[in-house]
């Protein structure tokens, strides 16, 4: 069975353009979420979905980063004018929706590496 | 504000010998705790979780055993192998909601060595 994929899985842009990162979830999951892991710190957390619609967005860290999330698959994370400081990991997982043990256990993907120069 | 800490960056454990990884929370709403492996170049991946209406949770040579009332969870790895060698976070969802995002701490570097 397929996991979560991401793609690219390394990334190396210019300070100033425009990234874009993909993440093609569990079949099946209805939850999805982007977190960001710099070097040598814990995972912080971005943004969720819950089906193609963002409840909770309040770790996006300024209004260059966006995403959204067509159906209940593929989502799409857009750093615009990239800076040095988004240098990180960029980790999606994925979820069942609804109570319980379910929506709690996340599944991650391998990360895109991103180092803006 | 750092809700899920775990203090100690590194632990180095001798083959066949316990690995016990600790951490600590400061948000009382809390009520359900994951724990996480993390290779290099490898998202992570679930490894045991624990309600709060439990004090321990075994799978394997995996325990956590969970005190509320000090706020503090431990990861118990028995025996350990040198393939445990991981980065290991433990991570905590919005209480009183179904899911959400998870907080995670730090993370503690284990290497067993052989």
């Known amino acids: 069975g397929a996991g979560v994929s991401q793609s690219p899985s390394n990334k190396v842009t210019e300070k100033g353009k425009d990234v874009e990162l993909r993440c093609d979830p569990i079949?099946?999951?209805?939850?999805l979420y982007w977190y960001r892991q710099r070097l040598g710190q814990g995972l912080e957390f971005l943004i969720y979905?819950?089906?193609?619609?963002?409840?909770?967005k309040s770790g996006l860290p300024s209004d260059r980063f966006s995403a959204e999330r067509t159906g209940e698959s593929v989502s799409t994370l857009t750093i615009q004018r990239t800076q040095q400081e988004d240098s990180a990991v960029y980790l999606c997982?994925?979820?069942?929706?609804?109570?319980?043990?379910?929506?709690?256990?996340?599944?991650f993907g391998p990360g895109t590496r991103l180092t803006v120069t | 504000d750092q809700q899920v800490k775990q203090n100690s960056p590194s632990l180095s454990v001798q083959e066949g010998r316990i690995s016990i990884l600790n951490c600590d929370y400061t948000?009382?709403?809390?009520?359900?705790f994951l724990w996480y492996k993390k290779y290099p170049a490898e998202g992570p991946t679930f490894l045991i979780s624990?309600?709060?209406?439990?004090d321990k949770n075994e799978d394997g040579r995996f325990t956590v055993f969970l005190n509320k009332s000090a706020k503090h969870l431990s990861l118990h790895i028995v025996p350990s192998q040198p393939g445990d060698s991981a980065v290991y976070f433990c991570?905590?969802?919005?209480?009183?909601?179904?899911?959400?995002?998870?907080?995670f701490g730090q993370g503690t570097i284990l290497t067993v060595h052989p």
């Open positions: 997982a994925s979820s069942l929706g609804g109570g319980g043990r379910g929506g709690y256990e996340q599944y």
């Open positions: 079949s099946g999951h209805t939850a």
């Open positions: 979905f819950q089906g193609n619609s963002a409840p909770d």
């Open positions: 948000n009382s709403m809390f009520d359900y």
């Open positions: 624990i309600s709060s209406i439990k």
């Open positions: 991570a905590a969802p919005p209480g009183g909601t179904s899911y959400g995002k998870l907080t």
